[in-house]
């Protein structure tokens, strides 16, 4: 028995140990790969800043401040291409020194007690920063999608322009045209409603009633229901108050209505519902289309993630929208199967 409970001692002692060391290899390239960005940053801000401006960075943390005080070229503040263009040189020499992606971000200060709240200031910065990163994927999906409808549209105008075709094939070419062109609106339209969703702070005091913004969306979609031989039904209160842009939120219920008149079957229905849900207003959008496999689910929502429904792709901007707005106002959205036998999207937004 002594043996025994010495080995089992001996045992834990060893694990003990050895959990003891793992912990200080991994404390210790922690503290390694910080020295090696704080290096890296040090080394490239140097190089691509003016004498004037300034550094920032406490030790254990994973954010780096710079201040650009430096007036640029006739003693004009630095504009936001060149503050950009500084940042991404200096987040780009740090990764290539670590290895580590970097995510930049930078915000106008424009009063002492921004520097003073320099945790604020920073994550406003980063904020900005991703919301100018989606924007850019945003004008690169639209710019990739907006080649073919054009190559197309140009290929048979110039077919039409030969003058060599019977009546019927010159109307087939015509309608094909045509749709690429409602095609190419569709594109646009998508981009100019994501630049809607502008870098400045989302406004706290804004406000509108939901339910009104629904009866104004089913207006808005009665034509292409009808094309359809979609029946729109709703079910809603009288009034549902809730703290999002009415501009924004009509948006994002369009592209919901209308994603389900084209998603689900002709001669189909979509519900749209509405209802107080603790400190939400939650709007739910049934359709009786094929659904969403659960594995889609939560990358529909990312820009440039286009539906695969037979007969009417998506172009990957609406749901992004959707999402961002549903985000800035502090809500959600999200999809489930419906009972229609279809998807469910439920948008919320918080009342108070």
Not at 61 to 82: Q, W
Not at 213 to 242: H, K
Not at 300 to 314: K, L, N, S, W
Request: aromatic share 4%; proline share 4%; with cysteine.
């Amino acid at each position: 028995m002594p043996a025994v409970t010495g080995g089992s001692s001996g045992c834990l002692q060893h694990h003990a140990k050895a959990r003891v060391s793992a912990h200080h290899l991994l404390v210790g390239l922690a503290r390694t790969l910080e020295r090696q960005t704080i290096s890296a940053f040090g080394c490239a801000a140097r190089r691509i800043l003016r004498d004037g401006d300034a550094l920032a960075h406490e030790v254990g943390s994973d954010r780096f401040a710079v201040a650009m005080l430096s007036p640029a070229r006739a003693g004009r503040p630095p504009e936001s291409n060149e503050v950009r263009a500084a940042l991404e040189r200096i987040a780009a020499a740090m990764s290539l020194s670590t290895g580590r992606r970097m995510q930049t971000g930078w915000w106008p200060v424009e009063a002492r007690a921004e520097i003073e709240s320099i945790e604020t200031t920073l994550d406003a910065a980063l904020e900005r920063g991703a919301r100018e990163r989606e924007h850019g994927e945003m004008l690169a999906t639209v710019g990739h999608e907006l080649r073919t409808p054009l190559t197309s549209i140009r290929g048979y105008i110039e077919t039409l322009l030969d003058g060599e075709l019977d009546p019927s094939t010159a109307r087939r070419f015509l309608e094909t045209a045509r749709r690429e062109a409602l095609r190419l609106g569709r594109l646009v339209e998508g981009m100019l409603e994501f630049s809607m969703l502008d870098l400045s702070a989302p406004r706290r005091d804004a406000r509108c009633d939901v339910a009104e913004q629904i009866r104004a969306t089913i207006d808005a979609t009665v034509p292409l229901a009808r094309d359809r031989r979609v029946t729109l039904r709703a079910r809603l209160p009288q009034s549902a108050p809730a703290r999002v842009d009415g501009d924004a939120c009509m948006h994002a219920l369009v592209n919901l209505v209308e994603n389900g008149i084209k998603c689900g079957g002709e001669n189909g229905t979509v519900e749209i519902a509405c209802a107080r849900a603790g400190s939400f207003v939650e709007i739910t959008v049934d359709d009786d289309g094929p659904g969403i496999v659960a594995s889609k689910r939560e990358s529909i929502f990312q820009m440039g993630t286009r539906g695969d429904v037979a007969g009417h792709p998506g172009t990957g901007i609406g749901l992004a929208v959707v999402k961002a707005i549903a985000d800035r106002a502090g809500g959600d959205v999200r999809v489930l199967a419906s009972p229609l036998g279809g998807a469910r999207f439920t948008l919320r937004f918080p009342t108070e």
